[in-house]
Nanobody, 124 residues
Framework: QVQLAESGGGLVQAGGSLRLSCAASGFSLISGNIMGWFRQAPGRQREFVAAIAWNSATNYADTVQGRFAISRDNAKNTIYLQISSLKPEDTAVYYC?????????????????WGQGTQVTVSS
């Protein structure tokens, strides 16, 4: 059974930084597997943030390019999302997702596994 557990969210002032973690059990970043991050702001649809492949290839949404960095630690079966220069519009629930389809694009339907989410709130 695959489980994804996010952590690291919280209340941060604008301009600050945060690192989110997603620990996977029953799932590894082996050949063909992808893990990534989505977020859902209040009153908005969930949107793709970033994804990382087993071979370290990455993909980012245009809106977060340059401020967000996704990385992985295979030994810990964990991925991270480093967020810098936080803005109030980054306030959202951040979800970890994973798939075995060698897909690291933005389509939610391609991700088979999801975490429960971690809240990030940025104050101005």
């Amino acid at each position: 059974q695959v489980q994804l557990a996010e952590s690291g969210g919280g209340l941060v002032q604008a301009g600050g930084s945060l690192r989110l973690s997603c620990a996977a059990s029953g799932f590894s970043l082996i050949s063909g597997n992808i893990m990534g991050w989505f977020r859902q702001a209040p009153g908005r649809q969930r949107e793709f943030v970033a994804a990382i492949a087993w071979n370290s290839a990455t993909n980012y949404a245009d809106t977060v390019q340059g401020r967000f960095a996704i990385s992985r630690d295979n030994a810990k079966n964990t991925i991270y999302l480093q967020i810098s220069s936080l803005k109030p519009e980054d306030t959202a629930v951040y979800y970890c997702a994973a798939n075995t389809r060698t897909y690291y694009g933005p389509a939610e339907s391609q991700y088979e596994y999801w975490g429960q989410g971690t809240q990030v709130t940025v104050s101005s």
